[in-house]
Structure formats: C-alpha cells, structure tokens
C-alpha cells in the first residue's frame, strides 16, 4: 500500500504541473483569449465600435428582389413551354447581375477610421487624417471621404444618419483633422445632411398628423 502511494505520488504532481501549463491559461489560472477575431474586431485588428445596422435588412432585400425575379422569369417560360437550360442559365445570371446592383455597403467604424466594403472591393479611410469631405449630388447621393493618404470613400447620407454612433465617430475624426490643419472645410456637410433630413422627417411627421386628424 505504502509503495503505491509514493509511486502514485509523482506522477499525481506531474499532472498537475502539466495542467498549470496549459497554453490557453494565463499566468494566474485566467484563460486567455485566441487570437481569432471576434464580432467586434477589424479583419486588421483594429476595433469595431459601430456598423450600419440597417446592413442585414438591406442585403435580405436585396436577396429577395433577386430571388423574385429569377421565379418570375421561369413562371413565364414555363407557362410559355419555352424552358430550357440555356434560358434558365440566363435567367439565374440576370438574378445574379440583379443581387450585384442591389448589394449594400457595409459601413463600419472604428478609432479613426471608417471603412465600406462592397461585393467585390474595400475602402478605407483614416478619420483623423481626413483632408475632404464633400457631397456628391444625384440621384444617389453620398457623402465623398478623403485621407492625407490618398485612400477614398463614399457613404450613404441616411446610413450617417440612422446610426448616430457611425456619425459620431466620423464626426469626432473631422474635428481632429481640422484641428490638425488637414481638413480645413467640409466640417458643415454632415451637420447640414442630418440636419436636413431631420428636418425632412418633421415635415413627413407633420404631414401624417394632419391626414389623420391627430394634429
């Protein structure tokens, strides 16, 4: 009995020394996080405060209207007995040319920058190093971005407005790059955008108030 428990006895010590050492705990016993980047972290690295969070609903959207159109086209054709594999080819490369149109930015923020991926490529911009900002007129019309870096951006003017948190930052980012000598107009642009859609939106409020009686 007495020489099992002294052979026991090291290899009970060495399972423990072999746990101590486990490479996902830290030196106190806490366990340390991988290095795999989490739902509020860049692909760079850097920290995620704020996405558009109307991006979800616009890409179901967007999915959808493809999606419809490609049963509408083969309701047709079938309906018509003139289906066959190349038309479907067709139909489902149109559906697809569709869900490319469609497609939504995805804006998200971080310290001093601001990024929007499209289906194929990816801009950049540093926030603090902003040395225009503009408005770009149209029927789409988009608030233009540009760095001391020579990097680009444009973004939806309601995308800044519905999320407050994406304004802020961007807004945050100017005012150093003012500060800083970088960025010497431009600042008034997106106070005037939210502004006039604010306004916009009293207006529409107002406006359903008095049909209905409520005013």
Same mark, same amino acid.
């Given at each position: 009995?007495? +020489? ?64 419809? !159109? ?17 038309? +479907? ?21 971080? %310290? ?9 490529? =990816? ?6 190093? !902003? ?19 020579? %990097? ?15 304004? %802020? ?7 150093? +790059?003012?500060? +800083? ?6 600042? !008034? =642009? ?26």
């Amino acid at each position: 009995m007495e +020489s099992q428990r002294r052979a026991g006895g090291p290899g009970e010590h060495g399972n423990h020394k072999e746990h101590g050492n486990h490479g996902d705990h830290g030196p106190h016993g806490e366990r340390r996080e991988g290095a795999a980047a989490g739902p509020g972290t860049g692909d760079d690295g850097g920290e995620v405060l704020a996405e558009d969070r109307r991006w979800t609903h616009d890409l179901w959207a967007a999915a959808f209207c493809a999606l419809a !159109l490609l049963i509408l086209l083969h309701i047709v054709d079938l309906g018509g007995g003139t289906l066959d594999a190349p038309r +479907s080819a067709l139909w489902c490369g149109l559906a697809a040319l569709l869900f490319a149109v469609l497609y939504p930015p995805r804006v998200t923020v971080g %310290h001093d920058w601001i990024r929007v991926r499209g289906l194929v490529r =990816e801009h950049r911009v540093r926030t603090d190093l !902003l040395t225009q900002i503009a408005r770009r007129g149209g029927m789409a019309q988009r608030v233009v971005l540009r760095d001391a870096e020579g %990097h680009r951006a444009e973004v939806d003017p309601v995308t800044l407005y519905v999320n407050p948190l994406i304004r %802020h930052e961007l807004d945050r980012g100017a005012r150093r +790059s003012r500060e +800083s000598g970088l960025l010497r107009t431009g600042t !008034l =642009e997106l106070d005037g955008l939210c502004a006039g859609m604010a306004d916009a939106d009293t207006e529409a409020a107002r406006a359903v108030f008095d049909a209905s009686g409520l005013r």
